[in-house]
């Protein structure tokens, strides 16, 4: 019941930024952990940065120093700023929201959006 959209991919020179935002709507009491994945031309889906609900991130070897994850709880969305782009970060990134929706038991809730393409050329 929980929807999330993901924008802000699309095509980058190499060495540009993008800023992806990931939008989550629905019954929704909280938000918890939030993450970014990607999946690349013959790779797995692979955990790119995550956000916990008061601010503490991690992030991949691959990515860090170069992308920031944020959140802002008052939207329910979460970014991953993309700075220094290279072609291996050619990809398609999805979000993944975990939470608890706004029923009296307030019931747990993981959901994934349908993923934005990001292509890095050079």
């Known amino acids: 019941q929980v929807q999330v959209v993901e924008s802000g991919g699309g095509l980058v020179q190499a060495g540009g930024s993008l800023r992806l935002s990931c939008a989550a709507s629905?019954?929704?009491?909280?938000?918890?952990?939030m993450a970014w994945y990607r999946q690349g031309p013959g790779t797995g889906r692979d955990l790119v940065a995550s956000?916990?609900?008061?601010?503490?991130?991690n992030y991949a070897d691959s990515v860090k120093g170069r992308f920031t994850i944020s959140r802002d709880n008052t939207k329910n969305t979460v970014y991953l700023q993309m700075n220094s782009l290279t072609p291996e970060d050619t990809a398609v990134y999805s979000c993944?929201?975990?939470?608890?929706?706004?029923?009296?038991?307030?019931?747990?809730?993981?959901?994934w959006g349908q993923g934005t393409q990001v292509t890095v050329y050079s």
């Open positions: 629905g019954p929704i009491y909280r938000l918890n952990a």
């Open positions: 956000i916990t609900r008061t601010g503490i991130t």
């Open positions: 993944n929201i975990e939470g608890q929706l706004s029923h009296l038991s307030r019931p747990g809730f993981s959901t």
